[in-house]
């Protein structure tokens, strides 16, 4: 592993240290800060990660728009676990939120046609909640053609 | 990748937007994903799956064929 290598780890690793610490997204002086790194360093790690799909900026920015399954924007699904609150980007990284931070917790989203409510329910990595159908627009082979999108 | 009252809603939504059906799977099929995919991200050691991975990843949760393929033939 070369420098940039242990630095884009150590960055990326620290973005979700952050992201459950905080509730939020971090900004790149934040995780500076935590790692005792240069500003400018980090944003360079940031954008090496976004290349390699590793996490994605708000476009023109280092500022994170994702780090999946995290959204650093409010979505359509919300994501409640041990009393803590985050948004997933899509329900799939929803339900991700919940498997990454101990297999327990709740999602709320809207049907998308009627605008029904909704929820998913995870206790002990099982799914207690009953109903729906998750739906994928877009073949996995274009996911990445806009992520914004899935 | 969105969660619908049942396929009925899919359907409907999709052809007012004018989107291919594309595929359905249940939420304990998605939540099985999400185990998967997402165990280890806060791991030091992740990595991004190789396509041939990803779709290993996706055969064991059922999921097989065109609209799932990363690889190229």
Known sequence: MDR???VD?????????????????PV?????????LRQDAVEDALR??????????????PYIWMANPFSAIPTPFSVEVGGRAFFGNCIW??????????????VRTWCPDCLDPMEVAVSDGHLTSEGG???YAVAAAHWWDDIGFN | MLLFRSEEHAKAWSQRRGLPMGALMSPQQQWDLARIWYADRMSPDWRRR?????EEVFATVGFTGAFWKLTRP
């Open chain 2, 50 to 54: 190789t396509p041939a991975e990803a």
């Open chain 1, 133 to 135: 159908v998750v739906h």
């Open chain 1, 93 to 106: 990284d929803a339900m991700g939120v919940v498997a990454m931070l101990g297999g327990s917790g709740r």
């Open chain 1, 4 to 6: 940039s290598q242990g």
């Open chain 1, 28 to 36: 790149p002086a934040e995780i500076a800060h935590a790692l005792d």
């Open chain 1, 48 to 61: 090496r990660l976004a290349t390699d799909h590793a996490l994605v900026l708000a476009p023109g920015t």
């Open chain 1, 9 to 25: 780890q150590a960055v990326r690793v620290e973005v979700y240290r952050l992201f459950v610490e905080l509730g939020r997204a």
